[in-house]
T-cell receptor
Framework: NAGVTQTPKFQVLKTGQSMTLQCAQD?????MSWYRQDPGMGLRLIHY???????DQGEVPNGYNVSRSTTEDFPLRLLSAAPSQTSVYFC????????????FGPGTRLTVT | GQQVMQIPQYQHVQEGEDFTTYCNSS?????IQWYKQRPGGHPVFLIQ???SGEVKKQKRLTFQFGEAKKNSSLHITATQTTDVGTYFC????????????WGLGTSLAVNP
């Protein structure tokens, strides 16, 4: 099993550009989530999904969209990048909700200039 | 909303010294998880505690869940340089759509 994979590993965007961060898992997990990590801020939940076709907002959803058309994939879209979105983004999956062990991808380091 | 407070924010120890990080909540928790993140890496699951007063050990690491299920601790005995990283607690509460609420982490530095 590859576990949770994320692409790209690094990305530099200009303000106003859009892009999609990819996340995939091969463990047949129902629950997937996106976090951003900034120095001193810990992990903040952006969006999460409890299964294919179902998504919901976390604590910092503004400027981001998600969709979950399959169990395996959970892409995160930045609509119009801003310097405040410079961060490290982690995708995570688990069997079912936050009650279970979270498996994290390696992360995407995004810089917006 | 529910918060999980984690202290200390940073800890610098000499190799061989012990280390403890604490997580505290004002509300009762369903369970608490602990993760370790090495510098430049991603969080990796260490353990989950579910029962009141539960104590679990993994080699030099001891995890405790308080009797009231409102606090937890991670204790490392005789730290090694391989213990360097940030330790996070994350708590689940049945009332918050079963999302995890994360502490801000404790960054551990170990002097050889």
């Amino acid at each position: 099993n590859a576990g949770v994979t994320q692409t790209p590993k690094f990305q530099v965007l200009k303000t106003g550009q859009s892009m999609t961060l990819q996340c995939a898992q091969d463990m047949n997990h129902e629950y997937m989530s996106w976090y951003r990590q900034d120095p001193g801020m810990g992990l903040r939940l952006i969006h999460y999904s409890v299964g294919a076709g179902i998504t919901d907002q976390g604590e910092v959803p503004n400027g981001y969209n998600v969709s979950r058309s399959t169990t395996e994939d959970f892409p995160l879209r930045l609509l119009s990048a801003a310097p405040s979105q410079t961060s490290v983004y982690f995708c995570a999956s688990s069997y079912d909700s936050g009650d279970y062990e979270q498996y994290f991808g390696p992360g995407t380091r995004l810089t917006v200039t | 909303g529910q918060q999980v407070m984690q202290i200390p924010q940073y800890q610098h120890v000499q190799e061989g010294e012990d280390f403890t990080t604490y997580c505290n909540s004002s509300t009762t928790l369903s369970n608490i998880q602990w993760y370790k993140q090495r510098p430049g890496g991603h969080p990796v699951f260490l353990i989950q505690l579910v029962k009141s007063g539960e104590v679990k050990k993994q080699k030099r690491l001891t995890f405790q869940f308080g009797e009231a299920k409102k606090n937890s601790s991670l204790h490392i005995t005789a730290t090694q340089t391989t213990d360097v990283g940030t330790y996070f607690c994350a708590a689940s509460n049945a009332g918050n759509n079963r999302k995890l609420i994360w502490g801000l982490g404790t960054s551990l530095a170990v002097n050889p």
